[in-house]
Protein backbone atom coordinates (compact mmCIF):
# COMPACT_ATOMS: atom_id res chain seq x y z
CA UNK A 1 0.00 0.00 0.00
CA UNK A 2 1.74 3.48 -1.06
CA UNK A 3 2.36 5.56 2.09
CA UNK A 4 -0.83 8.35 2.55
CA UNK A 5 0.25 12.03 1.58
CA UNK A 6 -0.96 14.17 5.04
CA UNK A 7 -0.23 17.57 6.54
CA UNK A 8 -0.01 18.30 10.21
CA UNK A 9 -2.74 21.00 11.14
CA UNK A 10 0.41 22.62 12.66
CA UNK A 11 0.28 24.32 9.02
CA UNK A 12 -2.94 25.76 9.38
CA UNK A 13 -3.71 26.20 13.54
CA UNK A 14 -6.39 28.97 13.09
CA UNK A 15 -8.79 26.88 10.72
CA UNK A 16 -11.94 25.35 11.70
CA UNK A 17 -12.11 21.18 11.68
CA UNK A 18 -14.58 22.10 8.95
CA UNK A 19 -11.81 24.15 6.81
CA UNK A 20 -8.93 21.74 7.41
CA UNK A 21 -10.73 18.78 6.33
CA UNK A 22 -13.05 20.69 3.24
CA UNK A 23 -9.59 22.29 2.03
CA UNK A 24 -7.16 19.39 3.04
CA UNK A 25 -9.37 17.42 0.63
CA UNK A 26 -9.71 20.04 -1.74
CA UNK A 27 -5.77 20.22 -2.28
CA UNK A 28 -5.78 16.70 -2.74
CA UNK A 29 -4.51 15.31 0.38
CA UNK A 30 -5.59 11.45 1.21
CA UNK A 31 -4.92 12.20 5.32
CA UNK A 32 -4.78 14.49 8.38
CA UNK A 33 -2.39 14.59 11.08
CA UNK A 34 -4.53 16.61 14.25
CA UNK A 35 -2.43 18.55 15.73
CA UNK A 36 -4.27 22.10 15.95
CA UNK A 37 -7.78 23.74 14.95
CA UNK A 38 -9.28 27.06 16.26
CA UNK A 39 -6.37 28.77 17.64
CA UNK A 40 -4.99 26.23 20.27
CA UNK A 41 -3.31 22.75 19.68
CA UNK A 42 -5.67 19.39 19.98
CA UNK A 43 -7.10 19.37 23.65
CA UNK A 44 -6.57 16.36 25.87
CA UNK A 45 -10.51 16.83 27.50
CA UNK A 46 -12.20 15.75 24.08
CA UNK A 47 -15.28 14.17 25.11
CA UNK A 48 -16.70 10.57 23.22
CA UNK A 49 -19.29 13.02 21.96
CA UNK A 50 -16.27 15.54 20.28
CA UNK A 51 -14.24 12.76 19.08
CA UNK A 52 -17.46 10.90 17.27
CA UNK A 53 -18.14 14.67 15.59
CA UNK A 54 -14.52 15.44 14.55
CA UNK A 55 -14.12 11.84 12.87
CA UNK A 56 -17.68 12.30 10.94
CA UNK A 57 -16.02 15.77 9.88
CA UNK A 58 -13.53 14.22 7.79
CA UNK A 59 -14.95 10.96 7.14
CA UNK A 60 -17.58 13.05 5.33
CA UNK A 61 -14.59 14.56 3.30
CA UNK A 62 -12.99 10.78 2.66
CA UNK A 63 -10.02 11.53 4.76
CA UNK A 64 -8.67 9.29 7.51
CA UNK A 65 -7.20 10.70 10.37
CA UNK A 66 -3.36 10.03 10.38
CA UNK A 67 -2.15 10.77 13.49
CA UNK A 68 -2.71 12.79 16.86
CA UNK A 69 0.51 15.29 17.62
CA UNK A 70 0.73 16.22 21.20
CA UNK A 71 3.18 18.05 23.20
CA UNK A 72 3.72 15.29 25.73
CA UNK A 73 7.81 15.20 26.55
CA UNK A 74 9.49 13.21 29.16
CA UNK A 75 13.24 14.37 29.20
CA UNK A 76 13.35 17.68 30.79
CA UNK A 77 12.81 16.01 34.76
CA UNK A 78 11.06 13.18 36.46
CA UNK A 79 7.77 15.42 36.90
CA UNK A 80 7.47 16.61 33.55
CA UNK A 81 7.66 12.84 32.14
CA UNK A 82 5.20 11.88 35.06
CA UNK A 83 2.44 14.22 33.72
CA UNK A 84 3.38 13.91 30.27
CA UNK A 85 2.56 9.60 31.05
CA UNK A 86 -0.50 10.62 32.49
CA UNK A 87 -1.67 13.34 29.10
CA UNK A 88 -0.58 10.50 26.54
CA UNK A 89 -2.61 8.18 28.26
CA UNK A 90 -6.03 10.35 27.67
CA UNK A 91 -4.63 11.38 23.80
CA UNK A 92 -4.41 7.35 23.12
CA UNK A 93 -7.92 7.17 24.19
CA UNK A 94 -8.48 9.86 21.70
CA UNK A 95 -6.61 8.95 18.85
CA UNK A 96 -8.63 5.48 19.43
CA UNK A 97 -12.18 7.23 19.72
CA UNK A 98 -11.52 9.45 15.91
CA UNK A 99 -9.51 6.28 14.22
CA UNK A 100 -5.64 8.08 14.49
CA UNK A 101 -3.33 4.37 15.01
CA UNK A 102 -1.09 6.76 16.68
CA UNK A 103 0.06 10.05 18.55
CA UNK A 104 3.07 11.26 18.19
CA UNK A 105 5.84 12.75 21.23
CA UNK A 106 8.90 13.87 21.98
CA UNK A 107 11.46 13.15 23.70
CA UNK A 108 12.33 16.92 24.65
CA UNK A 109 14.59 19.42 25.33
CA UNK A 110 17.37 18.37 28.25
CA UNK A 111 20.11 20.65 30.24
CA UNK A 112 22.90 18.53 29.45
CA UNK A 113 24.52 20.16 32.73
CA UNK A 114 22.54 18.74 34.76
CA UNK A 115 21.07 15.88 32.44
CA UNK A 116 23.12 13.41 31.51
CA UNK A 117 22.68 11.65 27.95
CA UNK A 118 21.91 8.49 29.73
CA UNK A 119 19.91 9.70 32.13
CA UNK A 120 17.71 11.27 29.36
CA UNK A 121 17.11 8.55 27.35
CA UNK A 122 16.76 6.34 30.61
CA UNK A 123 13.97 8.41 31.53
CA UNK A 124 12.63 8.41 27.78
CA UNK A 125 12.61 4.89 27.21
CA UNK A 126 10.79 4.55 30.69
CA UNK A 127 7.80 6.94 30.53
CA UNK A 128 7.63 5.02 27.09
CA UNK A 129 7.42 1.71 28.53
CA UNK A 130 5.01 2.58 30.96
CA UNK A 131 2.60 3.86 27.79
CA UNK A 132 3.53 0.76 25.80
CA UNK A 133 0.28 -1.41 27.71
CA UNK A 134 -2.16 0.97 27.09
CA UNK A 135 -1.28 1.39 23.86
CA UNK A 136 -1.75 -1.58 23.11
CA UNK A 137 -4.91 -1.94 24.59
CA UNK A 138 -5.93 1.16 22.63
CA UNK A 139 -4.92 0.03 19.50
CA UNK A 140 -2.69 3.17 19.38
CA UNK A 141 0.74 3.46 18.70
CA UNK A 142 3.23 5.82 20.00
CA UNK A 143 5.78 7.76 17.71
CA UNK A 144 8.74 9.37 19.09
CA UNK A 145 10.19 12.34 16.98
CA UNK A 146 13.06 13.16 16.12
CA UNK A 147 13.21 16.76 17.82
CA UNK A 148 14.41 18.87 20.35
CA UNK A 149 17.11 17.13 22.54
CA UNK A 150 16.07 13.54 20.84
CA UNK A 151 16.92 15.82 17.02
CA UNK A 152 19.70 12.71 16.45
CA UNK A 153 18.12 9.37 15.20
CA UNK A 154 20.97 7.41 17.43
CA UNK A 155 19.00 8.67 20.58
CA UNK A 156 15.28 8.34 19.53
CA UNK A 157 17.39 4.63 18.69
CA UNK A 158 18.64 4.03 21.83
CA UNK A 159 15.31 4.80 23.82
CA UNK A 160 13.48 2.64 21.58
CA UNK A 161 15.62 -0.10 22.43
CA UNK A 162 15.68 0.13 25.62
CA UNK A 163 11.37 -0.32 25.54
CA UNK A 164 11.58 -2.48 22.86
CA UNK A 165 7.44 -2.92 22.38
CA UNK A 166 5.72 -3.45 18.99
CA UNK A 167 3.78 -0.24 19.90
CA UNK A 168 6.30 2.00 20.37
CA UNK A 169 8.42 3.55 17.31
CA UNK A 170 9.56 6.50 15.76
CA UNK A 171 8.68 9.10 13.67
CA UNK A 172 11.49 10.71 11.65
CA UNK A 173 11.44 14.48 11.10
CA UNK A 174 13.21 15.22 8.23
CA UNK A 175 15.31 18.49 9.15
CA UNK A 176 16.49 17.40 12.59
CA UNK A 177 18.65 15.16 12.21
CA UNK A 178 20.37 16.31 9.14
CA UNK A 179 20.47 19.63 11.56
CA UNK A 180 22.93 18.17 13.99
CA UNK A 181 24.71 16.08 11.20
CA UNK A 182 23.22 12.55 10.73
CA UNK A 183 23.09 11.82 6.75
CA UNK A 184 20.06 10.04 5.36
CA UNK A 185 21.68 6.77 6.03
CA UNK A 186 22.86 6.78 9.51
CA UNK A 187 19.52 8.33 10.61
CA UNK A 188 17.79 5.17 8.54
CA UNK A 189 19.80 3.24 10.29
CA UNK A 190 19.48 4.27 13.90
CA UNK A 191 15.81 3.81 13.17
CA UNK A 192 15.56 0.50 11.59
CA UNK A 193 12.81 -1.38 12.77
CA UNK A 194 11.40 1.44 15.06
CA UNK A 195 10.26 3.73 11.75
CA UNK A 196 5.97 4.04 12.07
CA UNK A 197 5.56 7.92 10.63
CA UNK A 198 6.91 10.66 9.29
CA UNK A 199 7.36 14.43 9.27
CA UNK A 200 8.12 15.36 5.93
CA UNK A 201 9.84 19.05 5.21
CA UNK A 202 12.03 21.10 3.69
CA UNK A 203 14.52 23.69 5.17
CA UNK A 204 17.38 25.96 4.28
CA UNK A 205 20.14 27.90 6.04
CA UNK A 206 19.24 31.43 7.65
CA UNK A 207 21.00 34.81 7.49
CA UNK A 208 21.73 33.94 10.88
CA UNK A 209 23.02 30.63 10.75
CA UNK A 210 20.28 28.33 11.74
CA UNK A 211 17.58 26.89 9.84
CA UNK A 212 14.21 28.30 8.73
CA UNK A 213 10.86 26.41 6.58
CA UNK A 214 11.35 26.67 3.06
CA UNK A 215 8.89 25.27 0.18
CA UNK A 216 8.97 21.86 -0.26
CA UNK A 217 11.62 21.47 -2.90
CA UNK A 218 12.66 24.71 -2.72
CA UNK A 219 15.08 24.13 0.22
CA UNK A 220 18.56 22.42 0.72
CA UNK A 221 17.36 19.00 2.51
CA UNK A 222 18.38 16.12 0.93
CA UNK A 223 14.53 14.74 -0.05
CA UNK A 224 15.84 12.15 -2.73
CA UNK A 225 17.60 10.26 -0.32
CA UNK A 226 15.59 10.28 2.99
CA UNK A 227 12.70 9.37 1.00
CA UNK A 228 15.08 6.68 -0.85
CA UNK A 229 16.44 5.25 2.73
CA UNK A 230 12.46 5.15 3.92
CA UNK A 231 11.66 3.07 1.25
CA UNK A 232 14.78 0.74 1.48
CA UNK A 233 12.84 -0.07 4.93
CA UNK A 234 9.62 -0.89 3.14
CA UNK A 235 7.58 1.98 4.76
CA UNK A 236 4.60 2.41 3.99
CA UNK A 237 3.12 4.63 6.74
CA UNK A 238 2.33 8.58 6.26
CA UNK A 239 4.14 11.39 4.57
CA UNK A 240 2.89 14.02 6.88
CA UNK A 241 3.91 17.27 5.14
CA UNK A 242 4.94 20.16 8.08
CA UNK A 243 4.76 23.36 7.60
CA UNK A 244 6.50 25.80 10.10
CA UNK A 245 6.77 28.98 8.79
CA UNK A 246 4.70 30.77 11.70
CA UNK A 247 2.53 33.61 10.62
CA UNK A 248 2.20 32.37 6.75
CA UNK A 249 -0.80 34.46 5.39
CA UNK A 250 -0.99 31.87 2.81
CA UNK A 251 -0.31 28.34 4.04
CA UNK A 252 -2.59 26.96 1.06
CA UNK A 253 -0.13 27.74 -1.04
CA UNK A 254 2.70 25.51 0.87
CA UNK A 255 0.38 22.92 1.06
CA UNK A 256 -0.22 22.83 -2.66
CA UNK A 257 3.45 22.52 -3.27
CA UNK A 258 4.11 20.09 -1.45
CA UNK A 259 1.39 17.38 -2.40
CA UNK A 260 2.63 18.57 -6.18
CA UNK A 261 6.13 18.32 -5.09
CA UNK A 262 5.60 14.89 -2.78
CA UNK A 263 3.94 13.18 -5.57
CA UNK A 264 6.96 14.06 -8.12
CA UNK A 265 9.86 12.82 -5.52
CA UNK A 266 7.58 9.99 -4.92
CA UNK A 267 7.37 9.04 -8.85
CA UNK A 268 10.77 9.92 -9.35
CA UNK A 269 11.87 7.16 -6.62
CA UNK A 270 9.67 4.56 -7.65
CA UNK A 271 10.02 4.71 -11.29
Request: glycine residues 10%; contains cysteine; proline residues 5%.
Given at each position: ??????????????????Q???????????????????????P?????????????????????????????????????????????????????????????????????????????????????????????E??????????????????????????????????W??????????????????????????????????????????????????????Y????????????????????????????????????????A???
Amino acid sequence: MPSPVAYTTYATPAWSLAQIAARAAALGFEAVELRAYDGHNVPSGLTAADCAELRRTFEAQGLSLCAVGTSCRFAPSAEEARGSVEEARRYLEIAARVGAPLIRVFGGAFDRAKVSEDEAVGRVAESLAALAGPAREAGVRIALETHDGFSAGALVGRALRQVNHPFVGACWDWLHPCRVGETPRQTAEHLRGWLIHAHTKDARRSANGGWEAEHFGHGVLPLGDIYAEMMAQGYTGPLSYEWERGGDPDPENALALYVKGIRALVAATNC
